[in-house]
């Protein structure tokens, strides 16, 4: 389980096929020596198994249901990568629950910058609206945020200058794709509601 606050922004190094999807090798400034091959890491919103790993570096695995839900299938030498080592007992918890499940591919529409804030607007696939609330907790490539506005067909956040500057949102354009993960009592909540009906 993760909490959504990003704690390094790595790159791929390493992008290589494999039978069953790719494997893929990013570049850390975590110190990973002590880290156990197995354990999960949550890359820009999607929890994956580390398999091998150096003391600032890890290789991990994706299978093809990954490769296309998430964005990992268009990640390149160089792309970076929110990170996120697992939350431990006892650790301060300063997001909101993030599973690393992600629920689907959003699109950024708009980026503006207001004093030295950045407000961001996102189109989320449409089956996921019923689950974007005003106030409510969306992971965005791994990232805890607050919705403040919801339309029709799209959210905007609001990013603190720190947000800006310690994820890879420093570096988004309007036109990038996005996993989203919704909050999971929204998630569990949707699915309760769907099978009441039935």
Request: hydrophobic letters at 40%; one cysteine or more; glycine letters at 10%.
């Amino acid at each position: 389980m993760f909490t959504g606050i990003v704690t390094d922004v790595g790159a791929v190094t390493a992008v290589e096929p494999t039978n069953q999807g790719r494997r893929l090798t990013v570049q850390t400034a975590h110190d990973l020596i002590e880290a156990s091959i197995g354990a999960s890491i949550a890359c820009s919103g999607i929890c994956l198994t580390m398999v091998d790993r150096g003391r600032d570096w890890f290789s991990a695995e994706a299978s093809e249901e990954t490769l296309d839900c998430t964005t990992l299938g268009r990640w390149q030498v160089g792309t970076p990568i929110n990170l996120e080592r697992p939350m431990r007992a006892g650790d301060e918890f300063g997001g909101h629950i993030v599973q690393g499940h992600v629920d689907g591919v959003g699109t950024i529409v708009g980026i503006e910058a207001v004093g030295d804030s950045h407000r961001v607007r996102f189109q989320p696939p449409r089956e996921l609206m019923p689950m974007i609330a005003p106030k409510g907790s969306v992971a965005v490539d791994g990232v805890s945020l607050t919705v403040n506005e919801v339309g029709d067909s799209w959210f905007e956040v609001n990013l603190i200058p720190h947000t800006w500057a310690n994820t890879t949102f420093r570096s988004s354009a309007p036109g990038a794709h996005v996993n989203l993960e919704v909050d999971v009592l929204a998630r569990y909540a949707a699915q309760i509601l769907h099978w009441s009906q039935r």
